[in-house]
């Protein structure tokens, strides 16, 4: 490890996991631009195809112990980036022992070849704000509101903050982060957003008749930029000196609104008329009224805010989209 990855955040080999997803698409430029003399790793499948400019591709899997083991002693990371998670809540009802075990037995199986391997590593560990669940109910959340989850992903993700707590050794700067909900171009259909603006796509291409099929409109969330959440890891992993090991940091936009609003958004960009119908397969069993947050603790320590407008967001989003529909 550098002298100083954990008090100045420079770094020499960072691995990454989850790098092939959404969020891994707009983080791993981040990266590189960041640390650019920094040997970049990114852990992923044999069966997983996608690359990443400037990254190293690491065959293993977070479900294989002894793999996993040798793929942290051969890169031997001075920052450990774990981003890979089942991580829609829908599946999660329906496949919720797969869930368990990629992000609970898959963070394990990290922690215990980090701690043997590189112990003095960061470790940013990528939770949810879905840990809160139904202390949502109480108001916005902040990191010492309880975690209550409520499904499947939320409750998998709260244990492996724990087993990493636990696993990890002292020396080891382990920072967690629980973003709210972030969306942009990349995101797939299992996640409300995206599932709005592919069926708007297909509705403008005439692919889909002009109904457009939703769940629970009236719940209130917040959602944030993919662009703004990345560049708040960024502002934590440059000065992870400000944080103190086992740190939680909420990633929140702080303004919540109902999810027919970025609707309403949605479709005063669409280029075709559509209805509104109401999909009983779209709707949670656990939803709540309204999950908001607080992000002060990000905000005071690395001056981080949000600066992408959901509009912006919502665009970017319709018009990736489009070009999908367009192929």
Request: no cysteine; charged share 20%.
């Amino acid at each position: 490890m550098s002298a100083d990855a954990s008090s100045g955040g420079s770094y020499q080999r960072i691995l990454l996991t989850g790098g092939t997803g959404f969020v891994g698409g707009w983080l791993t430029p981040r990266l590189a631009q960041q640390w650019p003399k920094a040997q970049l790793f990114l852990l992923r499948r044999s069966a997983d195809k996608v690359e990443r400019d400037g990254w190293t591709p690491i065959i293993s899997d977070l479900g294989d112990r002894d793999s996993l083991d040798e793929a942290v002693a051969q890169t031997r990371p001075d920052l450990i980036i774990h981003l890979a998670a089942q991580a829609s809540v829908g599946s999660s009802f329906e496949q919720s022992a797969l869930t368990w075990d990629a992000n609970l037995g898959g963070s394990i199986n990290l922690a215990m070849a980090s701690a043997r391997h590189v112990p003095n590593a960061v470790f940013l560990n990528v939770s949810t704000s879905e840990v809160y669940g139904a202390s949502f109910r109480d108001g916005p959340a902040s990191e010492d509101t309880p975690p209550r989850p409520m499904s499947a992903y939320s409750r998998s993700k709260f244990a492996a903050e724990m087993a990493l707590a636990d696993i990890l050794p002292p020396a080891t700067k382990l920072i967690t982060v629980r973003p709210f909900n972030h969306t942009g171009p990349g995101q797939d259909q299992r996640f409300v957003l995206p599932a709005f603006a592919a069926q708007i796509a297909a509705i403008e291409q005439g692919r889909q008749p002009p109904i457009l099929k939703v769940g629970n409109l009236s719940a209130v969330r917040e959602f944030l930029d993919v662009r703004d959440v990345v560049e708040a890891y960024i502002a934590i992993l440059a000065n992870p000196a400000a944080f103190p090991t086992g740190d939680i940091l909420n990633i929140s936009s702080e303004a919540p609104l109902a999810i027919e609003e970025a609707l309403a958004l949605l479709r005063s960009a669409a280029h075709a008329s559509l209805q509104i119908q109401i999909d009983p397969a779209r709707l949670r069993p656990s939803d709540i009224p309204k999950a908001s947050g607080t992000s002060r603790r990000l905000r005071e320590r690395t001056g981080w805010k949000p600066v992408i407008p959901l509009r912006q967001t919502l665009e970017n989003l319709l018009a990736s989209w489009r070009d999908t529909e367009a192929l």
